[in-house]
């Protein structure tokens, strides 16, 4: 497996960059997106024709995780194309809008298959329905938090992972109980905790201190690091 940063922004997409997405390429098996953000589908389309992915999964309906899955219809649209795009089930006007013959919206919480590649969901806490996700291939494995705050049930769900991908929005100063994003310090705390091989920090909002946020998580995982847009990561 490899992962392709395409956007890694928190929130908003900084100059020439992009949030959420995130592309896992397989192999034989094919490739993944996860999430679908603001300036995501350009980066896609200069990799690969979108219609050749296996599936796209929507952690959950906030618009810097799937806003441009609304353009990509026009091009399935366009191609009289279709594909499958596995989300929260819950009545959302983001997935509204997605509804039509361009998506086959599937419930994210069952989990799927693609060739030798198992995915595997965990809901997690965030002001809206949200997902976890796992990504295991033979002996390799993967996991994308998605939008969370605080929740017990990523230690055992992220246990040995060859990559976490982790939501790292906060410094400590800034972090309270009813924040809807982890802090880079708890990133760090569930990297070691899950004894994971490889931590990536990512969805910091443009303008934060990145510098901080990521001596936070060392403090705790010293082998932390920030994921680069463009960036790709062998697992």
Known sequence: MELVVLGCDGSYPGANGATSGYLVQCGKAGSILLDCGSGVLPR???????????????????????????TLRYYLQIHKLKLKVY??????????????????????????????????????NHPLPAYAVK???KERSFVYTGDTSK?????????????LLCDATFTVAQWHEKMPH????MA???????SVKRLLLTHCQPGSDFKTLLEEAKTIYPGSEWAKQGGRYSL
């Not at 389309?45 to 929507?58: E, K, Y």
């Not at 929740?151 to 990559?163: E, H, M």
């Not at 760090?188 to 899950?194: F, I, M, N, T, Y």
């Open 182 to 185: 982890m802090s880079a310090a």
């Open 151 to 163: 929740c017990d049930a990523l230690v055992s769900f992220c246990v040995g992972v060859d990559l």
């Open 87 to 124: 989300a929260p089930s819950e009545s959302n006007p983001l997935r509204q809008l997605c509804e039509g013959a361009e998506f086959e919206l599937i419930d994210l919480a069952q989990g799927l298959t693609f060739g030798d590649v198992k995915v595997t969901t965990l809901k997690v």
């Open 135 to 137: 990504l295991e291939q």
């Open 188 to 194: 760090g705390q569930l990297g070691k905790d899950a």
């Open 44 to 70: 896609l389309m200069a990799l690969m024709d979108p219609a050749r992915l296996q599936a796209i999964v929507i952690t959950h309906w906030h618009n810097d995780h799937a806003c441009d899955l609304l």
